[in-house]
């Protein structure tokens, strides 16, 4: 047979994550958090299990979860999405992506997205039987290129995802540049994938600007976040998506039939907790001390910070310190200084090397350190 997707390995994110157990290193490669979640959560989860919530849930989810969402989204960005129609728990992020692809990409149909980007969005594209069109982000900044977007607009663009907070370069979208974004679709009908997993981990005091927060934008938009992200809890797999009901309607046939729906009991145990929000809004302030730690045990070394304004990535130029590729140096660093980080080669879709790599610091201070220590050396 011949393979549906024949540039595919397995994603870095798993090579690294087994590359870093075999030699011992600190794991600052694959984006996951070292530390527990709060105990509260769990035993909200446990309550709901103890409590006999352990059967399907409603198709689009547990109605008290998508209710809490649809709050949440309207307290913070001043959209109101309708619980019933407009708001679907999914298996985490990736789940929703995929799902909004497959629900509004037909074979043919061109979707842009910006390199760098999520390893998973391509593949999806291409299983959807659509084509990939990538167009760089600005080199050095990763600021988007409203001039390069709109030159790679087609009628065959259906759709195009955007990714702010970003990983992997932990650049945030300004408001100005989605309203650029905004007015550059006005005239289309191209729809909008909005992947906003990392929506609380923005710092220096600066907004997430949601794609909810403006009319055009989230008229024709999909919002894709994660609980895993923002409650330390990525093995739990539960995500969500906001979109109008004409689309959302779309998105539920297809994810029917891909999960039909999400495991139950943490669904109750995601809602009751999203109670209240004191966790998510104190999640910038604990991210930005972690990336300050980090950042600050840097400082003096031969290694170039670039700037984090969002999410839990540092990306690090390696120029001065290594000629190597930057895989090679991923490679290198995992298995003789001790630290395993993510080569940014890795989230473009041609060979592209520029000698800056990822690193995660959703760990425990003392993993931090010990990770600074070792890179001091380089
Ligand atoms: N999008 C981005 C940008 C991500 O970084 C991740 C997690 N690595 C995902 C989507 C997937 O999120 P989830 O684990 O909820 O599937
Ligand atoms: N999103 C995580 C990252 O960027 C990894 C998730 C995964 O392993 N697929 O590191």
């Known amino acids: 047979f011949t393979s549906k997707l024949p540039q595919v390995g397995t994603t870095i994110f798993t090579v690294m994550s087994a590359l870093a157990a075999e030699h011992g290193a600190v794991n600052l490669g694959q984006g996951f958090p070292d530390f527990e979640c709060d105990p509260l959560l769990v035993e909200a ?25 649809a709050k949440k989204i309207e307290a913070i960005h001043g959209r109101n999405y309708s619980a019933n129609a407009e708001i679907t728990i999914t298996a985490g992020a990736t789940q929703a992506i995929l799902t909004a692809i497959l629900a509004v990409v037909h074979p043919g ?3 842009i997205v910006l390199d760098p980007c999520y390893d998973s969005y391509a593949p999806n594209i291409t299983l959807a039987g659509g084509t990939v069109v990538r167009v760089p982000l600005t080199p050095g900044t990763f600021r988007p290129d409203f001039g390069l977007i709109s030159a790679a607009i087609t009628s065959r663009t259906r759709a195009m995802i955007i990714n702010s907070p970003h990983n992997p370069s932990a650049t945030v979208w300004s408001a100005n540049e989605m309203l650029a974004l905004q007015d550059l679709l006005a005239p289309t009908n191209i729809l909008l994938i909005s992947d906003e997993v990392y929506e609380h981990m923005v710092f220096d005091q600066a907004e997430h600007q949601s794609a909810a927060r403006f009319s055009g934008l ?20 539960v995500g969500t998506v906001a979109a109008p009901a004409p689309l959302m309607s779309e998105f539920r046939k297809v994810h029917q039939f891909n999960v039909f729906t999400v495991n139950t009991p943490m669904q109750y145990g995601l809602a009751e907790y999203l109670r209240n929000p004191d966790p998510y809004l104190q999640l910038p302030a604990f991210y ?50 001790g630290v395993a980080a993510i080569p940014l080669s890795a989230f473009y879709g041609g060979e592209f090397d520029q000698g800056v790599v990822r690193f995660c610091f959703a760990k425990k201070n003392e993993t931090l350190l010990a990770a600074i220590e070792r890179l001091r050396k380089l």
């Open 45 to 69: 989860a446990n309550h709901a299990m103890k409590a006999g919530h352990n059967q399907y849930p409603p198709m689009p989810g547990v109605l008290a979860l998508r209710e809490a969402v």
């Open 109 to 111: 149909d061109e979707v």
């Open 218 to 237: 989230a008229a024709r938009a999909f919002i894709v976040s994660s609980f895993g992200k923002t409650f330390h809890v990525t093995g739990w797999k």
């Open 288 to 337: 930005q001390a972690k990336r300050d730690l980090f950042r600050q045990g840097l400082e003096g070394s031969r290694l170039k910070l670039l700037p984090s304004e969002g999410t839990y990535f540092q990306c690090i130029d390696i120029s001065a310190v290594s000629n190597l590729r930057e895989s090679d140096f991923c490679q290198w660093l995992t298995q003789e200084i």
